[in-house]
């Protein structure tokens, strides 16, 4: 795929194993009255991937129509993308029917670019901002290294209200609903108010949307995937000079990015097909040892035990020395161990009460190393007894 197709319809239509990329050909759709959706189907398929410094994670849900049938609209793809240095996120949403595609593209939810806040911290101070400002405003510059095609997302800082004092039977929630806002800081907390302070800077108080038009965001979407070279800076607006200023800039890998991804899709694609249950559910045979373990203890996918475990493998593990080789390993070698142990209910508990939750204690009283050890053993046991073919 040429990296001009990316905003073209005909990557949309005639791709249909990747239309999780087809977001970014949702600009050249238009028009038709779009069926009102309600919520997703709670099983998805999953597939995860490491590539460089990348964790990408793909899924798809179905959709059904909110009329009294509920039938069935189609199939909503997501991806995410993060890069674990700098934190950088990459979202992507996109559907398996025109609708679905004008939809996302109506309300800018196709493509998304976000980079933590923390990063913008140490500008909430009277030196960058004066004693005090209606607002700040932030920004992320993306540049491809080898072109020189840039594109920006704008981020606007806003202090919340502070709630009246609460009396009789007014409530802080019913003011913030009287004053058209969704939060206010309580009157009786002064230490949540928005502040500027030079010795202890914080965004505590202010809320961030973002301000620029969701084309920055597909611009800055496809020069993530089609660049090998990213530089991205961060900023700030300096409205007493009437000047942007960088403020801080990485250095992004993305090389293999949209292969990566690419890959990612079809194998999920690949699995809803290879099922064919029709739209209600999908059998994700091929999940990981964690996802496994939980599902079969009836927890969620948001769980904290699966929550700790992918911050942790996103974070420490992947900013040690080998990391990322280990988990690239890791990925190449659970899915021949999940499907060993998908149907073995006592091993799935055995491995949850014996590994999953001590090492989601370990990592919670920060014994990362402890908690790696427990993992590592876990694996290269399952290989020990079920003669899965890994590396050294």
């Not at 997501?78 to 609708?99: C, F, I, N, Q, Y």
């Not at 540049?143 to 704008?154: K, L, P, R």
């Not at 090492?359 to 190393?369: F, M, P, Y």
């Amino acid at each position: 795929m040429k990296t001009e197709d990316f905003l073209s319809g005909d990557f949309v239509i005639h791709f249909s194993r990747r239309r999780l990329l087809g977001t970014l050909g949702a600009t050249g759709l238009t028009g038709s009255a779009l069926p009102a959706v309600a919520s997703h189907d709670t099983e998805l398929c999953e597939a995860d991937a490491w590539v460089g410094d990348w964790t990408v994670k793909i899924s798809i849900a179905s959709r059904f129509s909110s009329g009294s049938n509920g039938d069935f609209i189609g199939y909503e793809y997501k991806t995410r993308a993060l890069h674990g240095p700098s934190g950088l996120v990459l979202s992507m949403t996109t559907g398996s029917t025109d609708a679905l595609e004008q939809q996302y593209f109506a309300d800018g939810s196709a493509a998304n670019v976000d980079i933590p806040t923390y990063h913008y911290v140490s500008l909430f101070t009277p030196e960058y901002q004066g004693r005090a400002p209606m607002e700040v405003r932030t920004f992320l510059l993306a540049i491809n290294a080898d072109t020189g095609d840039e594109s920006s997302i704008v981020q606007l800082f806003e202090p919340r209200d502070i709630c009246e004092e609460a009396s009789g039977d007014d409530t802080a929630d019913d003011y913030a609903k009287q004053n058209g806002r969704l939060e206010c800081v309580p009157y009786e907390e002064p230490d949540k108010w928005p502040r500027l302070n030079s010795s202890d800077p914080s965004t505590r108080g202010w809320e961030k949307t973002t301000v620029s038009h969701h084309d920055q965001a597909y611009g800055v979407a496809k020069i993530l995937l089609s660049a090998q070279t990213v530089w991205l800076r961060l900023g700030y607006r300096d409205f007493d000079a009437g000047q942007w200023r960088t403020h801080g800039q990485y250095e992004l890998d993305t090389t293999g990015l949209y292969r990566g991804i690419e890959e990612l899709a079809e194998q999920a694609v690949a699995r809803l097909e290879q099922h064919g249950r029709g739209p209600d559910t999908c059998d994700d045979s091929s999940c990981f040892l964690t996802t496994a373990c939980c599902t079969h203890m009836g927890r969620p996918d948001t769980c904290g035990e699966l929550q700790t475990l992918r911050a942790f493998r996103d974070g420490w593990l992947a900013r040690q020395p080998r990391g990322a080789a280990v988990i690239a390993e890791y990925y190449r070698i659970a899915p021949t161990l999940c499907a060993h142990i998908a149907e073995n209910p006592a091993a799935l508990r055995a491995l949850y009460w014996g590994t999953i939750v001590p090492c989601v204690v370990a990592i919670r009283l920060g014994a990362n190393g402890i908690a790696f050890r427990l993992y590592r053993r876990m694996v290269r046991n399952l290989q020990r007894r079920y003669g899965a073919q890994v590396g050294a």
